[in-house]
């Protein structure tokens, strides 16, 4: 069972013309961390660059961005579209970030997929 944060935007994103107002972002991997640092080595980044490696982990755990008309994005998400969407926005995706994994701490490992 993968946990996910539904919450919303401090401010509706746009994204190819469609304005969104909320987003659900899942519990993060090992593989997820893996693949944040790998992209980031390649522009000479990584763990040691934390607001870009957020970031990196970010577009990685969002599920899909919705808004109240019943428009869904299910991505892909890129570190460009993030960019664009604001830091009041950046601070909302990073506390959902940090609270779906914290709440991932809590699940006992028998009720985790593998």
């Not at 944060?5 to 401010?11: E, M, Y």
């Not at 926005?89 to 914290?102: F, G, S």
């Amino acid at each position: 069972m993968s946990l996910s944060n539904q919450k919303p935007f401090a401010k509706p994103i746009t994204i190819a013309g469609v304005n969104y107002t909320h987003f659900d972002i899942r519990e993060s991997t090992v593989g997820d961390m893996f693949e944040a640092e790998m992209e980031l080595t390649r522009t000479g980044g990584g763990a040691h660059t934390p607001l870009a490696f957020n970031g990196q982990m970010m577009v990685r755990q969002l599920n899909q961005v919705s808004n109240d008309q019943g428009a869904t994005f299910t991505g892909p998400f890129t570190i460009n579209m993030l960019k664009s969407w604001g830091t009041r926005n950046y601070r909302v995706l990073r506390d959902a970030q940090i609270e779906v994994d914290l709440l991932g701490e809590d699940v006992p490992s028998d009720q985790e997929d593998s």
